[in-house]
């Protein structure tokens, strides 16, 4: 079964710093990786996927994630943080890649927090 | 393109009672899949259905149950609610088997009390 670990509930940056949040998967095929943000009371918008071709995925607003075979992470950056990316991030999995469908495992969620 | 579409977005129930969610998904979207969100347990999936059939189903009880009709609308169904259902509920459409990316209504917040 797929599952998903999410390092860290909480990330604090400083708005223009650097923003890592991590996420390490385990698959027993090749996955097929998704980030989603939720703001608060609203639904998820996806910001980036992985599905087994460019190893280094760009995304919206400025985010993208490297796919790591051999660390089986998937950790999402951006180079300088802005305050309206205070949110929750979720890390996903797909149970089914390449069926065309599409359940999806999620981690835990990791809150962003930007101070100016 | 509207987006995907819930309601009623929110809810309040008493314990015991039954409700029922509606989810519109986007135009042409074919599968629709959806989630609970609890502080606790985090996003968890309930099931998936395509072409008015249930193709995939979480790890919750037999209270929960839903639906599909045939112009791709969904609805999920919770008998005898608990306390512990209180819960986001999302759903998701997409342009499965084309595509597996899925798109995310806001949500039907329920609070049993």
């Known amino acids: 079964a797929q599952s998903v670990t999410q390092l860290g509930s909480h990330v604090s940056v400083s708005e223009g710093a650097l923003v890592l949040l991590r996420c390490n998967y385990s698959s027993s095929v090749p996955p097929y990786l998704f980030w989603y943000v939720q703001y608060p009371n609203q639904g998820l918008q996806l910001l980036l996927k992985?599905?087994?071709?460019?190893?280094l995925v760009k995304g919206i607003n400025g985010f993208e994630a490297e796919f790591k075979k051999s660390e089986t992470s998937f950790h999402l950056t951006k180079p300088s943080a802005h305050m309206s990316d205070a949110a929750e991030y979720f890390c996903?999995?797909?149970?089914?890649?390449?069926?065309?469908?599409?359940?999806?495992?999620f981690g835990k969620g990791t809150m962003l927090l930007v101070s100016p | 393109k509207a987006g995907v579409t819930q309601t009623p977005r929110y809810l309040i129930k008493t314990r015991g009672q039954q409700v029922t969610l509606s989810c519109s998904p986007i135009s042409g979207h074919r599968s629709v899949s959806w989630y609970q969100q609890t502080p606790g347990q985090g996003l968890q999936f309930l099931f998936e259905?395509?072409?008015?059939?249930?193709?995939n189903k979480g790890n919750f009880p037999g209270r929960f149950s839903g639906r599909q009709f045939s112009n791709s609308r969904s609805e999920m169904n919770v008998s005898t609610l608990e306390l512990g259902d209180s819960a986001l509920y999302l759903c998701?459409?997409?342009?499965?088997?084309?595509?597996?990316?899925?798109?995310f209504g806001p949500g039907t917040r329920l609070t049993v009390l």
């Open positions: 259905y395509f072409s008015e059939t249930q193709r």
């Open positions: 998701a459409s997409s342009l499965a088997p084309v595509s597996n990316e899925q798109f």
């Open positions: 992985y599905t087994s071709a460019a190893t």
């Open positions: 996903a999995v797909s149970d089914t890649p390449g069926s065309g469908y599409s359940t999806l495992t």
